[in-house]
């Protein structure tokens, strides 16, 4: 069984700047991909980012280009999500989360084509 293991949440101020990391503990790790996603109260969960997990390919939601960058340590099965010019809105729980089929890009930015879960770490932005 693979766990991920999200740390890094916390309060920050707006325009401010956070790490998250996503660490990939258990059985032996084989990920095509590894991703991102964030839900706010009373919204549905959303994708933030993605990367592959060999060519270190990288994908982004619009709301976030420029902003946030996802990387990888392959080395260590991490996964990290640096996030800068954080905004109020941004506030959610953050996910990680790891597919392990090929899938095309646009499949990157669907909840249902990755297979483990994270438990989530709180990101508050402060206005």
């Known amino acids: 069984q693979v766990q991920l293991v999200e740390s890094g949440g916390r309060l920050v101020q707006a325009e401010g700047s956070l790490r998250l990391s996503c660490a990939a503990v258990?059985?032996?790790?084989?990920?095509?991909?590894m991703g991102w996603f964030r839900q706010a109260p009373g919204k549905e969960r959303e994708f933030v980012a993605a990367i592959t997990w060999r060519s270190a390919t990288t994908y982004y939601a619009d709301s976030v280009k420029g902003r946030f960058t996802i990387s990888r340590n392959f080395a260590r099965n991490t996964v990290y999500l640096q996030m800068n010019s954080l905004k109020p809105e941004e506030t959610a729980v953050y996910y990680c989360a790891a597919g392990t089929s090929p899938s095309p890009p646009v499949g990157l930015f669907t909840k249902k084509n990755y297979d483990y879960w994270g438990q989530g770490t709180q990101v508050t932005v402060s206005s």
């Open positions: 258990g059985r032996t790790f084989s990920a095509y991909a």
